[in-house]
Every structure is written in structure tokens, then in C-alpha cells.
């Protein structure tokens, strides 16, 4: 039973508006969700992927306007990286005015959350296919390795310094981690323009419940199974303190919505519906994209 990659990266933004057109207007992504954050229903939560909301594309957002700046460092998800085609790169350096090192382009939103383009593959045009992976950084790194070899399946396909890079076993889009370890750095501390999760993908309800089994027998210490609307998830943190999902493949985000309305309207869950004045009359006013 191996993990065949990344579902989604959850991070925390600042003002909603600018988010948005941020990353449907200058990444164009889709907003594939809007809904609220369900432990916190006077917040939005933005979901981006492909025009699918496929798992593997699906970067969401919790903004809390006026929030405090959070701070990169240890126990952290500290980049997320895309996969864009190959001959596209010039393209984004120019777009984004940042230089292409080595098949990469690094650049920060505008709440200053580290991303990255990768190139890879062949396909046409310059739109973001995905994730490619993202970097965990750790004041130590073997633990964490222990956990994504021996439990999650990954393997070792490079190491740079002090950079360890792992790929699922069956390789391919949204399966590399990068961990990087910073003995000497600060810790990081959570706030805008950091990282709240990484979701890694459950193909089923009961591959889930394997996994939640397997991690508790591992003694990692496991939240019960969460209805999340669009997916199941379970929560747990790795070794290096950075907060882990699994977050199944199904239902999907077109259980509210048609397929090609994905992200047209505010969503709530069944139990919070009762609440829709008060959350609209709460939550910001958003121009969302055509």
C-alpha cells in the first residue's frame, strides 16, 4: 500500500480579492470551489486546480484578511512547486519577471508563500498542469525519510547538500517531496503566506480507513474520519511537525455543482446551510472571474 501522491496543499492567505485574481488572473488556475472553512464559517475557502478540481492540481486557500505574516522555517511546508510544459518556460520567466535556473522559475505570491514552476513534459500550450511537489523543511530529516520510505512508499532519487529529493513509487505529476534539512534554522510559525497542510491521496473510503489503521499502529497520533464536503480526510503530523492528510479521491467537487459551473456560486455544507444570511452577510464580497 503505497501513497501515489499529493491531493492538495492547503495555505493561509491575506485579502481574498487579491488571492483570487492572483491565481485564476495571473497563474490561471481555476476556481473550481468557493466555499467557507468549515471550523471557521465567517472565512472563505478557495479552491484552484484544473477545470476538473483533480486531485493533484488542487492548491485551496483559507484568507483571513488583516491576519498576521507568518514566518518560513522549520516544521514547515516552505514551496510549492507547479509542473508546466517544457517549452512554456520562457514564457512564465517573462510573465512572472523572475529567472528560469536549472528547468525551474522560483517566485512568492502577493502574501509572499514561496512557488515554484517546474518543467515537465511535452505538452502544448503554457498552462499549469498540476503540482509537481513540494519542500518540507526540517531541522532534522531522518525520521521524516522513515515515514515517506518505509510507510508512504517513496524513494530516494537525488540528493543535493543538504536536499533530499523522494518520489511516489510510481513517479509522474504531484509525487515528489523535497526535504530539506536546516539544522541551524529558526522553526516557522504559522500565519499569511505559510502553508497549513499537505493532503496526500486516497483512491478510496477504504484505502483511507487502511491508512488511518496503519498510522495509529505506527503510533503517529490520528484524527478520526472528517467529512469534508469534496473528500473524506484524516490528520496526523510527521516526525519534523509538519500537519499531514490523507484526503480520499471521491466524491469530488461536482457533487453541488455541474461540471461546468464549478465555482460559480457560494457553497455551504447541509449543516451550516441554516446559517447562509448571517455567513453572506459576514464574508467579504468577492469579483470572481468570467
Known amino acids: 500500500m503505497n501513497i501515489p501522491g499529493i491531493h492538495h496543499v492547503t495555505?493561509?492567505?491575506?485579502?481574498?480579492?487579491?488571492?483570487?485574481?492572483?491565481?485564476?488572473?495571473?497563474?490561471?488556475?481555476?476556481?473550481?470551489?468557493?466555499?467557507?472553512?468549515?471550523?471557521?464559517p465567517g472565512t472563505y475557502h478557495l479552491y484552484y486546480a484544473d477545470a476538473a478540481g483533480t486531485?493533484?492540481?488542487?492548491?485551496?486557500?483559507?484568507?483571513?484578511?488583516?491576519?498576521?505574516?507568518g514566518?518560513?522555517?522549520t516544521g514547515q511546508t516552505t514551496s510549492v512547486a507547479f509542473r508546466v510544459p517544457v517549452d512554456s518556460m520562457a514564457y512564465?520567466?517573462?510573465?512572472?519577471?523572475?529567472?528560469?535556473?536549472?528547468?525551474?522559475?522560483?517566485?512568492?505570491?502577493?502574501?509572499?508563500?514561496?512557488?515554484?514552476?517546474?518543467?515537465g513534459g511535452e505538452g502544448e500550450g503554457t498552462a499549469i498542469s498540476g503540482f509537481h511537489g513540494v519542500t518540507l523543511s526540517e531541522s532534522g530529516y531522518e525520521s521524516t525519510a522513515q515515514l515517506l520510505t518505509n510507510t508512504f512508499g517513496y524513494r530516494l532519487v537525488g540528493r543535493e547538500g543538504n536536499r533530499f529529493r523522494y518520489a511516489a513509487a510510481d513517479g509522474g505529476a504531484a509525487s515528489h517531496i523535497d526535504v530539506l534539512c536546516q539544522p541551524d534554522a529558526r522553526s516557522g510559525?504559522?500565519?499569511?503566506?505559510?502553508?497549513?497542510?499537505?493532503?496526500?491521496?486516497?483512491?478510496?473510503?477504504?484505502?483511507?480507513r487502511e491508512w488511518q489503521a496503519k498510522l495509529t499502529r505506527e503510533r503517529h497520533n490520528v484524527t478520526p474520519i472528517l467529512d469534508r464536503q469534496y473528500f473524506h480526510s484524516i490528520y496526523f503530523r510527521e516526525p519534523g511537525g509538519v500537519l499531514f492528510e490523507i484526503a480520499t479521491d471521491?466524491?469530488?467537487?461536482?457533487?453541488?455543482?455541474?461540471?461546468?459551473?464549478?465555482?460559480?456560486?457560494?457553497?455551504?455544507?447541509?449543516?451550516?446551510?441554516?446559517?447562509?444570511?448571517?455567513?453572506?452577510?459576514?464574508?467579504p464580497p468577492l469579483r470572481l472571474p468570467r
Open 55 to 69: 486531485p493533484g492540481t488542487i492548491l485551496t486557500f483559507f484568507p483571513w484578511p488583516g491576519a498576521p505574516k
Open 71 to 73: 514566518r518560513q522555517g
Open 92 to 119: 512564465w520567466a517573462e510573465r512572472l519577471q523572475a529567472e528560469s535556473m536549472d528547468g525551474r522559475i522560483a517566485f512568492e505570491d502577493p502574501d509572499g508563500l514561496p512557488l515554484e514552476l517546474v518543467a
Open 189 to 208: 510559525a504559522m500565519g499569511v503566506g505559510t502553508v497549513h497542510h499537505v493532503a496526500f491521496r486516497a483512491e478510496t473510503d477504504d484505502i483511507q
Open 11 to 40: 495555505a493561509l492567505a491575506g485579502d481574498p480579492q487579491r488571492n483570487l485574481d492572483f491565481y485564476t488572473g495571473v497563474l490561471g488556475l481555476h476556481l473550481v470551489k468557493l466555499t467557507v472553512n468549515f471550523d471557521d
Open 250 to 283: 471521491p466524491p469530488g467537487f461536482a457533487t453541488d455543482e455541474k461540471p461546468d459551473r464549478l465555482g460559480t456560486h457560494l457553497k455551504l455544507p447541509p449543516w451550516l446551510e441554516k446559517d447562509r444570511t448571517e455567513i453572506e452577510r459576514i464574508l
